[in-house]
Nanobody, 123 residues
Framework: QVQLVESGGGLVQAGDSLRLSCLASGRALSTYAMGWFRQAPGKEREFVAA????????YYADSVKGRFTISRDNTKNMGYLQMNSLKPEDTAVYYC????????????????WGQGTQVTVSS
């Protein structure tokens, strides 16, 4: 069993930056791929970014490519999502999730989820 807790969300203005963190407990994070997803009001949850267990491979949704960076520190059991040049359309609850095996874009592939952290970007 893996427990995930996200933090770092908040209210910012367009163009600002935020760094989300995901703290894992229960198991060593180093054996899991990690993904970040988000869900805006009235919309389905969508993929944002994913990173392999080693951190050597990453993948991004087109909507965040070049603005967001996913990373991890397995020694600290932490994952991160650095978000720059935020836009109002980035407003959502952001979730981290982990899975054994390769990184995936599909939320159905992930085994454990955090409770989410709210990110609100004002124009």
């Amino acid at each position: 069993q893996v427990q995930l807790v996200e933090s770092g969300g908040g209210l910012v203005q367009a163009g600002d930056s935020l760094r989300l963190s995901c703290l894992a407990s229960g198991r060593a994070l180093s054996t899991y791929a990690m993904g970040w997803f988000r869900q805006a009001p009235g919309k389905e949850r969508e993929f944002v970014a994913a990173i392999s267990w080693s951190g050597g491979s990453t993948y991004y949704a087109d909507s965040v490519k070049g603005r967001f960076t996913i990373s991890r520190d397995n020694t600290k059991n932490m994952g991160y999502l650095q978000m720059n040049s935020l836009k109002p359309e980035d407003t959502a609850v952001y979730y981290c999730a982990v899975r054994r095996g390769a990184r995936s874009l599909s939320m159905n592939d992930y085994d454990y989820w955090g409770q989410g952290t709210q990110v609100t970007v004002s124009s």
